[in-house]
C-alpha cells in the first residue's frame, strides 16, 4: 500500500544520511571538518559551496561565491533531478526507501520530523541574528581606512582613496579570524547594508597577506573573499555621488552604478565621481538588491566573463531588475581588460595615462 510522505520526514531522514547522500550526488564534494565543500550546487570542483553535515544545520547549504543557498531537498533536486524539485521528492523517497514503513511508523516518523523541523527553524532564526549582531560588533570595532594595510591594498590596485576626497565610510580595517587556519589576518571589512532600513546585514571579508617589501595583496587561500552571514539583497555603498545625499534622500530618478566586488565599484568611483556606486557582494545578489522605489535606474558594471554560469546569472539578474521596475544598462570595460580595476592599474602603471580612464 503507497502513502504520502511528508516532506519534514523526507528532509529529516535525508540529513541522517548527508555523509552518504553528498558523495553520491557529487563526486567531487570533499569532506572539511563538520562541512562538504564543492565549486558550485551542481557538484563542480572547488571549494565556494560549503554544504553543513551535523547538528541542526546538517544538509543546509550556502555558495559564498554568490547568494545561492538551499537545504538538502534543493541538493537533491540540483545533483539527481537536474533542479526539479518536484521530481526530487519521489527519488528521495525511494532512495530513503520510505515507501516500505508500516503506517504506525511512519506517523510515529512524521511527528517527529515536525517537531525537530520546528525546532531547527526556530535555532537558525537565532543564529542568523547572533550573527548579525556580531557582525555590527566587528564593523564598529574596526578601524578607518587610512593608513591601514587595507589602503595599502587598495594603493597596490592603483586606488588611491584621496581621490575621492575622503574613504568609504562602509570599508573598514580589522585583523580577523581566518576560517580556513584558524588565524588572525589583516582584513577590509565592507558593511553590506539593506537599501531601505539601512540595517547592516553583514561584513564581508577581504582577508589580506602583508609581504616582508611593504605590498599588500589579497590573502594566498581558497576563498579570501567571505561573507559572516547571509546578506540576500543588501549591498555595499561606495560612493554617494554629485548630490552627497544617503541613498533613501537620492534624488528622484538618480542612476546607480553596481558593481559586483569593492575594487571594481572604486575603480569606477574614480572614473565617474558624479555617480552613486554601490556593490551587489555576488553577481548573484545583484537583481535582488534593496533599492528605494525613486531609483530610476541601474548602470550594472559587468565583467567580460564568458564563463557560460556568470552570463546565465548576469542576464537572471538583468531580468529581475527589470521586473522590478528597475531599467539597466550594462557597461564594461574594454576588452581584453578584466574590468575597470583591471584596465585602472594598466593605465596607473604607463605614466601619466590615468587620464585616459574612460567614463562609464
Known sequence: MSFAVSIDLIKAKLCERIDTLVPELFPNATPEGKEWTMGDVYGAPGRSLSICRVGHKAG???????????????????????GDIKAAIPWAVNWLKL??????????????????????AHRQRSDL??????????????????????????????IDLRRLGRA?????????????????????????????????????RHFLEQHLDGR???ASMAKPKRAYCEYAGGFVPLSRGRSGKPIAQAPQGEWVACAEGVENGLSVALARPE???LTSVSLANLGNITLPDHIGGVYVIAD????????????????LLETRNFPTRVVRAPEPHKDFNDWLQVLAAQSGKERQFAHV
Open 275 to 277: 555617480l552613486r556606486v
Open 304 to 319: 567580460n566573463d564568458s564563463e557560460p554560469d556568470a552570463l546565465r546569472q548576469l542576464n537572471a539578474s538583468l531580468a
Open 129 to 158: 541574528a547572533q550573527l548579525r549582531r556580531l557582525a555590527k560588533g566587528h564593523f564598529l570595532s574596526a578601524a578607518p581606512l587610512p593608513g591601514t594595510p587595507a589602503e595599502r591594498y587598495l594603493l597596490g590596485r592603483a
Open 99 to 120: 515507501g516500505g514503513m508500516s503506517a504506525q511508523e511512519r506517523r510515529r516518523q512524521e511527528d517527529k520530523a515536525r517537531r525537530v523541523a520546528a525546532d531547527h
Open 60 to 82: 543546509w547549504w550556502r555558495d559564498f561565491g554568490g547568494t545561492a543557498k538551499g537545504d538538502v531537498l534543493d541538493l537533491v533536486a540540483a545533483g539527481a533531478c537536474e
Open 168 to 204: 568609504p565610510g562602509a570599508l573598514r580595517f580589522k585583523p580577523m579570524k581566518c576560517p580556513e587556519t584558524g588565524e588572525m589576518r589583516p582584513c577590509m571589512l565592507a558593511a553590506v547594508n539593506h537599501g531601505i532600513t539601512g540595517e547592516l546585514l553583514t561584513v564581508h
Open 216 to 218: 599588500v595583496t589579497k
